[in-house]
């Protein structure tokens, strides 16, 4: 898919993964029309853009359907069209196990990370079908095919978001729009303080190599030019697949072993 000229919405796009896809759009050629509820770092990102008129910004929450329904007004009253639709907005959960979890953060969890995804995609699908090429992107998470101690019920919600992606894939292989799914391992965000999660590790301390916003961006961008079904995101990403698909039961343990080892 060639990028120039098209039109994209990026959700989450005020930091991390998201501020670097709409920055590296625009260097494509693409506008952007960016979504998040953060509208002073949203401010930053279309100060950060090398052609600042390519991007618009928009205050949604993408767990609220009000929001999501105006949203989609706007970008027609904008946009003549859209072309490519990448559910990037994502939040995880406290550090803590289903059973302590509070029944409202696992709505809230899913709310973001699978239903405004797919009510998104929902709302611009016919659009998006009647392009002669298009593109949905869900940005899912090596816990979504991983099970990870602490973070089940984000690891649900993205497990959840692959599957619609799989099959949303397989119901429009013979139309005009690719689905995408996008696998990403650690990357250095700001998703534990976005998501208003405390973490005994930081970025800094954290002794797993994480992949940069900025080269997790490139992936992404690179899987929608080249109409990708799959991509693994990050070193680890690739690894924790291979373990998993070989000895499940084993890769479980080893990734409880190293998270113990991080919080000590």
Do not use: W
């Not at 992936?219 to 929608?224: C, L, N, V």
């Amino acid at each position: 898919m060639n990028l120039k000229d098209k039109n994209v919405i990026v959700t989450g796009a005020a930091s991390g993964i998201g501020r670097e896809l709409v920055l590296q759009l625009v260097d494509k050629g693409a506008s952007v029309a960016a979504l998040d509820l953060n509208v002073n770092e949203l401010e930053v990102t279309k100060s950060m853009a090398k052609d600042q008129k390519k991007v618009t910004i928009h205050k949604v929450d993408v767990s609220n359907d009000e929001d999501l329904t105006k949203f989609y007004g706007e970008f027609s009253d904008t946009y003549p069209d859209a072309d490519c639709l990448i559910n990037n907005a994502g939040i995880i959960q406290p550090f803590i196990n289903v059973g302590d979890l509070d029944m409202n953060v696992v709505e809230k969890v899913m709310n973001v990370n699978f239903y405004g995804p797919l009510k998104l995609t929902k709302l611009f699908l016919p659009d998006l079908l009647k392009r002669d090429e298009a593109n949905i992107t869900n940005v899912s998470s090596m816990g979504g095919f991983f099970p990870f101690p602490g973070q089940t019920v984000y690891g649900s919600s993205k497990a959840a978001l692959k599957i619609l992606s799989e099959g949303m894939y397989s119901e429009l292989l013979d139309t005009n729009v690719n689905v995408m799914l996008a696998l990403p391992g650690a990357i250095e965000t700001n998703i534990t303080k976005n998501s208003n999660v405390e973490s005994k590790v930081s970025n800094e301390d954290s002794k797993m190599k994480m992949t940069s916003a900025s080269d997790a961006a490139k992936q992404i961008i690179d899987g929608i030019e080249k109409k990708k079904f799959k991509i693994y995101v990050g070193t680890d990403s690739k690894i924790m697949n291979l373990m998993y698909k070989f000895n499940d039961k084993k890769a479980i343990g080893f990734i409880n072993k190293k998270m113990k080892e991080m919080n000590n």
